[in-house]
C-alpha cells in the first residue's frame, strides 16, 4: 500500500495517508466502471501513474464479456512474467 499511496486514484481516498484502518474505511470496495475513467485515461497516453504507481506495460482482455465489450485490465511487469511463466507451463502441459 505504501508504493500505491502517491498513485492518482488512491490519493483521493487516503489524502497522503497509509494508516491500514483508514485504507479499510475510506477504499472501497469497486467496480470495473468504477475504475474504467482511469483506464481509459492510460489508454489515451496519460501516465499510469494515475492508478498504480509502476509503470503499466500492457493490457489483458477479459475473456467474458459485460455489455458486449471485453474489459482491459492493465498489467505491470512483473505480473506480465508471472503471467509468461504459466502459459508456458500450461502449454507444456506440466500442469495439465
Do not use: C
Request: charged share 20%; aromatic share 10%; hydrophobic share 40%.
Amino acid at each position: 500500500m505504501q508504493v500505491s499511496i502517491v498513485s492518482q486514484y488512491l490519493k483521493g481516498f487516503l489524502h497522503g495517508q497509509t494508516d491500514k484502518q483508514l485504507f479499510k474505511k475510506n477504499v472501497l470496495i469497486v467496480t470495473y466502471e468504477d475504475v474504467k475513467p482511469y483506464i481509459d485515461r492510460i489508454v489515451s497516453g496519460e501516465t499510469s501513474d494515475i492508478l498504480l504507481t509502476k509503470p503499466i506495460t500492457g493490457f489483458f482482455l477479459s475473456v467474458g464479456t459485460s455489455g458486449g465489450q471485453p474489459k482491459l485490465m492493465p498489467v505491470i511487469a512483473q505480473v506480465a512474467k508471472k503471467w509468461e511463466l504459466f502459459r508456458g507451463l500450461y502449454e507444456s502441459h506440466v500442469i495439465k
